[in-house]
């Protein structure tokens, strides 16, 4: 009796019923965990997951067949890849944009202070692949510096290079500021000027083979509202 009293209460809950899975980059592990929050409160009965990884990775993923309802990732790059491979339907969205920052040990004991001392010979740097956001930006900064590192490992992800800095396998690492900051007393930071010549901008998008396409769309509108970019600024992202 009591359905046939509230049908528009039933119907709500229907809608809202579902799971979606979302591919994002590494260094939105944070904000996007806690904007998964207020995204499961706001539509009770839905139920998230997330896949975090190099966007390059996600994208061969996706390329592949993976399953996945969203794609965020951290470059224009990356999508436009997804965007050819005739995975995306519609346009990606700009959310957030993130620059770089030297991660090294507390107290910065090898005493760092721009991009160029990375090539010393007597420092170990790690830094992104080449084909990964954060690796093209730090491309972009050694073309702008003239300065050609010789790194010690080329990561997948952004957080593998942070990893690295925090346990001691590197004395240096080229991240994202969110990223440095998330670390928390785990790195120092040294930022340098050119990171402003080598933004990254991050970009979300709706997956054509989405089978809960109305349930990912409320995703992507959390992000790119008032909640999503409140949390994401919490973390040191900033608008596009």
């Given amino acids: 009796c009591c ?19 979302v591919f994002a980059a590494a260094s939105l592990k944070s904000g996007f965990t806690e904007i998964g929050e207020q995204f499961k409160t706001d539509n009770p009965g839905a139920s998230i997951e997330f896949s975090f990884a190099g966007s390059s990775d996600l994208v061969t ?20 890849k997804a965007v ?11 959310f957030a944009a993130n620059t770089l920052t030297i991660a090294v040990a ?31 930006a730090t491309e972009t900064v050694e073309n702008i510096t003239g300065v050609t590192l010789s790194p010690v490992s080329e990561e997948t992800s952004v957080t593998d290079v942070l990893n ?27 930022p340098f000027p050119e990171s402003a010549e080598a933004v990254n901008v991050y970009p979300i998008a709706l997956l054509k083979q989405s089978q809960h396409a109305d349930l990912a ?3 992507i509108d959390t992000v790119t509202g008032e909640a999503g970019q409140k949390a994401l600024a919490q973390e040191g992202f900033v608008k596009p």
Avoid: E, W
Wanted: net charge negative.
């Fill in 61 to 80: 993923q996706l390329s592949q067949g993976a399953d996945a309802d969203v794609f965020a990732s951290a470059d224009t790059r990356n999508m436009d």
């Fill in 164 to 190: 690295k800095v925090t346990t001691g396998q590197a004395d240096a690492g080229v991240v994202y500021v969110t990223d440095a900051a998330g670390a928390g007393d785990k790195v120092t930071s040294v």
């Fill in 3 to 21: 359905t046939s009293r509230h049908p528009s209460l039933a119907i709500v809950v229907f809608l809202q019923a579902g799971s979606i899975m």
């Fill in 217 to 219: 769309k409320r995703f």
């Fill in 84 to 94: 050819q491979a005739d995975l995306v339907d519609g346009d990606p969205v700009n």
């Fill in 106 to 136: 507390p107290g910065n004991p090898k005493g760092i202070t721009s991009f160029q001392d990375l090539a010393r010979p007597d420092l170990s740097v790690v830094v992104c692949a080449p084909p990964v956001p954060c690796g093209g």
